[in-house]
């Protein structure tokens, strides 16, 4: 059974910084690129950053770029977000999957980034 369990959110004023960390278990982590996806108010879930499978390329939506870095430890099962320099818009939950899941999603973690 597949479970995702995402932690590290919380309230942070404009300019702070958070970690994100996802563990992962049930399939075979090291086998599929992974993503952090972000619901933020009145928008769908969106792709924020996404890294392959091995770990050697990240990419990252516009509005992150050059403030969130991806990375992901294949030994441990879990993939992370490091995200600095965070702007009210960034609020959101965040959640960790594979590239276009075929199974369900984690609880997510709460950012609240105030101004």
């Known amino acids: 059974q597949v479970q995702l369990v995402e932690s590290g959110g919380g309230l942070v004023q404009t300019g702070g910084a958070l970690r994100l960390s996802c563990a992962a278990s049930g399939f075979d982590f090291s086998w599929f690129n992974m993503v952090w996806y972000r619901r933020t108010p009145g928008k769908e879930r969106e792709e924020v950053a996404i890294?392959?499978?091995?770990?050697?390329?990240?990419n990252y939506a516009d509005s992150v770029k050059g403030r969130f870095t991806i990375s992901r430890d294949n030994d441990k099962n879990q993939a992370y977000l490091q995200m600095n320099s965070l702007k009210p818009e960034d609020t959101g939950v965040y959640y960790c999957?594979?590239?276009?899941?075929?199974w369900g999603w984690g609880q997510g973690t709460q950012v609240t980034v105030s101004s």
């Open positions: 890294i392959s499978n091995k770990g050697d390329s990240s």
């Open positions: 999957n594979v590239e276009r899941p075929t």
